[in-house]
């Protein structure tokens, strides 16, 4: 089935909401925490591994209410309607720590931090889960993958402009921070409602809901889902120190934290470029390939950016351009890999599990997630990192370095290795669509009227 503009624009809408808290916290949280709310960048390592964590069970959760879901509005969308307003909401509260002991605000930011992971995971798992529901075409799902990654791409550029020049005026950060995010809840509001009405499921269902044990009974047997997550993990690990780092490598390393808005939009308008051609490269080489050159991309412009002498930005900044574009392929691949995998346990079991499947991988994005942002702050944190000083040491610069250079080289390398056993071949893909298609035409013929 071809997919309409509106539709694609519709998915897209989504994810550029979906990052509203999600790339804020990832982009701008370790920040706030350390130079805003006074909580050391040990400490915040240790809280962004548990909770992200916590985050991750809680994507498990809500795959299996997911999968139990059944309305006139389908099995996805509803809680896009539902759960958006809470989440914004939480973010906001996430960037509000009020004064007071370190323990206090250590358990504020537990709280709050926990809670906008717990709702963003009931909002992300069906948004993301819908991508299998709407086409079982390989090039339309790796539209839908653009569409995606340009939503996301479009919100990251977003807060590097809007957020980004705030972080030089400390003293006003707080209130700054909590007026941009009450903005952010009227802005993610209108896309969520626009993407329920535009994103509709279209794919065949044989049952409604899927129990526990058949949901597990898949997952077993789903080795590129298996393959897929670990291999992500070690990618995303990389994706996020280098997210994380990034505004002390601009402002630290570079010395400027203008510089900043500028990293970031590069990589982010690249997004925009990437992924347009990625149905291309789907076409010619194949998803697993076009995800392995991402990742060899993403190693080299990582080992540039630990070397770049600070007396030469621009080179600096073209090593961002190549980790932009390296994982921007990464990432892009990376979810219509995903919604491939569905079909591959429908084949194999018989059982359609879009939210515990989407649930699982979402899960290793939230621990990759969690290890990139703890790598990162521990990073700094052991390198002799002091928030707020006018300037850090040498040591400290060089764990920033670290934490945008070895982290994701050491990550990238281990993340091809593993993508290189991945069996799901284009061709492959094919012959088990059209034979769950034949299945289901044949259970069709032998229903008793």
Not at 358 to 367: D, E, G, L, T
Not at 419 to 431: H, Q, S, V, W
Request: hydrophobic letters at 50%.
């Amino acid at each position: 089935m071809k997919l309409r503009a509106q539709q694609l624009l519709g998915y897209a809408a989504g994810d550029a909401a979906n990052n509203l808290a999600f790339s804020m916290a990832s982009m701008f949280l370790l920040l706030y925490y350390t130079d805003v709310a006074g909580i050391p960048a040990a400490a915040a390592g240790t809280l962004f591994l548990i909770v992200r964590v916590w985050d991750g069970i809680a994507d498990l959760v809500a795959g299996r209410l997911v999968d139990r879901t059944s309305s006139r509005w389908g099995k996805f969308r509803p809680w896009l309607l539902f759960g958006s307003l809470p989440l914004l909401l939480l973010s906001v509260a996430t960037f509000s720590v009020p004064d007071g002991s370190l323990t206090a605000k250590l358990i504020y930011a537990y709280l709050t931090y926990a809670a906008v992971g717990t709702v963003y995971s009931l909002v992300n798992i069906p948004y993301g889960s819908l991508a299998a529901a709407m086409t079982q075409e390989p090039v339309e799902r790796a539209k839908l993958a653009s569409a995606r990654s340009m939503g996301s791409a479009a919100t990251m550029l977003l807060l590097s402009l809007v957020v980004a020049p705030q972080i030089k005026n400390a003293e006003n950060l707080q209130a700054s921070l909590q007026l941009t995010t009450l903005v952010f809840v009227v802005i993610g509001s209108a896309l969520y409602l626009f993407t329920f009405f535009t994103a509709r499921e279209t794919v065949q269902r044989d049952v409604g809901t899927v129990g526990l044990r058949t949901s597990l009974r898949t997952l077993r047997q789903n080795t590129p889902l298996q393959l897929l997550c670990v291999s992500s993990l070690f990618f995303l690990t990389a994706m996020f120190s280098i997210q994380t780092i990034g505004v002390y490598y601009a402002r630290d390393v570079l010395g400027d934290a203008n510089l900043y808005i500028v990293l970031t939009a590069l990589q982010t308008g690249l997004m925009f470029l990437i992924a347009p051609v990625v149905p291309h490269v789907v076409r010619t080489i194949g998803k697993r390939a076009g995800y392995m050159a991402g990742g060899a991309v993403t190693a080299v412009g990582s080992a540039v950016a630990m070397v770049a002498p600070a007396s030469t930005p621009y080179l600096a900044l073209g090593a961002f351009v190549l980790i932009g574009t390296g994982l921007g392929l990464v990432n892009t691949l990376m979810w219509s890999l995903e919604a491939d995998t569905v079909e591959y346990g429908e084949w194999r079991t018989g059982a359609r599990t879009e939210g515990t499947t989407y649930a699982v991988f979402s899960f290793v994005r939230k621990v990759g997630q969690a290890l990139g942002g703890a790598a990162a702050a521990y990073t700094i944190g052991l390198a002799g990192y002091v928030g707020g000083a006018e300037v850090q040491s040498a040591t400290a610069l060089w764990g920033i370095r670290a934490a945008a250079g070895i982290v994701p080289i050491g990550c990238a390398a281990v993340g091809i290795a593993i993508m290189a056993f991945y069996p799901l071949t284009e061709k492959r893909f094919r012959d088990m669509t059209a034979e769950v298609a034949e299945r289901r035409e044949g259970a069709k013929t032998h229903t008793p009227a």
